[in-house]
């Protein structure tokens, strides 16, 4: 009986010393091993550009301009629309009040026209293969900004004409 029972140990045993070039090795595949990561291209500094700096700055002055017009014409437009008679449709006080809403308007174009340049800017330099320039994307970015600031302001004011 001892035979009979050590015959099938050894037939298992032998069973588990075959070779182990039939399956495939559990190890990690070099493919499995590298990095899912996405590579970051470093991005590139700007290098000073004196004509693009000169453009900047008359740029600049242009906007500041405009938003010093646009402060002025806004409280002449805050002031019409808090006149007595002003809420009434066809007043003289009410078309007061809309001719510098209307004048307010006009400057936020211009404004909304600046960013419009800016970005063309923006654009042209990434066509060209060019490096984004911290100076331009500031200033659009202020320009941006500043539209943002004069629609609130004209939406108030019509606001207090009784406008949306």
């Given at each position: 009986m001892?035979?009979?029972?050590v015959?099938?140990?050894?037939?298992?045993?032998?069973?588990?010393?075959q070779?182990?070039d039939?399956?495939?090795?559990?190890?990690?595949r070099p493919?499995e091993?590298?990095s899912e990561a996405?590579?970051?291209?470093?991005?590139?500094?700007?290098?000073?550009?004196?004509?693009?700096?000169?453009?900047?700055a008359t740029?600049?002055?242009?906007?500041?301009?405009?938003d010093?017009?646009?402060?002025a014409t806004?409280?002449?437009?805050d002031?019409a629309?808090?006149?007595?008679?002003?809420?009434?449709t066809?007043?003289?006080?009410w078309?007061?009040a809309?001719?510098?809403?209307?004048?307010?308007?006009?400057?936020?174009g211009?404004?909304?026209?600046?960013?419009?340049?800016?970005?063309?800017l923006i654009t042209?330099?990434?066509?060209?293969?060019?490096?984004?320039y911290p100076a331009?994307d500031?200033?659009?970015?202020k320009a941006?900004?500043?539209?943002?600031?004069?629609i609130e302001k004209i939406?108030?004011?019509?606001?207090?004409?009784?406008?949306k």
């Amino acid at each position: 009986m001892k035979r009979s029972a050590v015959l099938p140990l050894i037939l298992l045993a032998a069973g588990c010393a075959q070779s182990t070039d039939k399956y495939p090795s559990l190890a990690l595949r070099p493919i499995e091993s590298r990095s899912e990561a996405e590579t970051v291209a470093p991005v590139p500094e700007a290098t000073p550009d004196a004509a693009l700096d000169a453009q900047l700055a008359t740029m600049r002055s242009k906007l500041a301009q405009i938003d010093a017009d646009f402060v002025a014409t806004a409280a002449k437009a805050d002031a019409a629309a808090k006149a007595r008679g002003a809420q009434a449709t066809g007043s003289d006080q009410w078309l007061a009040a809309q001719s510098l809403l209307a004048e307010l308007e006009g400057l936020r174009g211009d404004t909304l026209g600046m960013v419009t340049d800016f970005e063309k800017l923006i654009t042209d330099r990434g066509e060209a293969n060019q490096p984004p320039y911290p100076a331009l994307d500031e200033l659009r970015a202020k320009a941006q900004a500043q539209v943002d600031g004069e629609i609130e302001k004209i939406a108030a004011i019509k606001a207090q004409l009784g406008e949306k």
